[in-house]
């Protein structure tokens, strides 16, 4: 533990697997405070299992991030615990494949309410947490390699990880004319063997090989790779960094 993040909160959304989850250890062994959400509670006690035996401190709280409401009473959970957060890694998202003749009006809604509009309203709800407490805040917005480049089968996905890239750039742009300052990044995975992943196609190692012989790295992508990358953006390491798509995907979006 370097203790980079002492004394400071961070909220992660999707914090019960995956990449929401590693981020929580990550985040709690360099010193932060952890408030973990999600729908799934037996998750969200095992995400405070996993932060406790890092050493670090977590409440989990349930949150459907579609619900405008459940954002405020995250936050003030978050400020009754803990004080004002430093920090919000809007982690949470959906994902599905289908062609797109097959894709309905219904599945594309459902996929942007979570992944665009959950993500605007943290983005939203940080902002004025950050500007009421006077904190120098931080936002990591969990976007894809599939918001950068188009993959098929997947125009619901790409269309809103597409979208919080953009919101993202705008949020930047708003973030670093607050006093004071917030910075606001996206994180672009790639290939992440996630219950995301194996839910979708299969866990299966013959599958993770494929995956990783069609990686420039010839490596599959892990969520500890992610919760790294999510702690540098969100210390004082990157200091001067703020609109910007951080990606880590070994290479495909490259190839």
């Known amino acids: 533990m370097s203790g980079k993040l002492d004394g400071r909160t961070i909220i992660v959304t999707g914090a019960t697997k995956g990449i929401g989850q590693s ?18 509670a037996e998750g969200g006690k095992e995400t405070q299992r996993l932060v406790a035996e890092a050493g670090g401190e977590c409440i989990f709280v349930t949150h459907d991030v579609r619900h405008e409401n459940e954002w405020e009473n995250v936050f003030a959970q978050t400020e009754k615990r803990f004080g004002a957060p430093a920090g919000l890694v809007n982690n949470a998202g959906t994902f599905f494949v289908k062609p797109i003749a097959e894709t309905t009006e219904g599945d594309f809604d459902s996929i942007y309410e979570i992944n665009v509009e959950g993500t605007f309203l943290g983005v939203k709800h940080a902002f004025r947490s950050f500007a009421r407490s006077k904190t120098r805040g931080v936002i990591v917005n969990v976007s894809s390699l599939m918001g950068q480049v188009g993959y098929p089968n997947a125009i619901a996905y790409c269309a809103t990880k597409g979208a919080v890239t953009a919101m993202t750039k705008t949020a930047a742009v708003e973030g670093a004319a607050m006093n004071p300052k917030v910075r606001v990044n996206s994180l672009h995975p790639g290939v992440i063997w996630t219950p995301m992943i194996t839910g979708t196609f299969g866990d299966d190692k013959a599958l993770s090989d494929a995956f990783a012989a069609d990686t420039p790295l010839r490596m599959i992508g892990l969520p500890q790779y992610m919760a790294d990358a999510i702690c540098f953006l969100i210390s004082d390491d990157a200091a001067y960094v703020t609109g910007a798509e951080l990606t880590a995907d070994g290479g495909r979006g490259a190839d």
């Open 23 to 40: 981020t929580c250890v990550a985040l709690a062994r360099e010193g932060a405070r952890i408030v973990a959400t999600g729908r799934d």
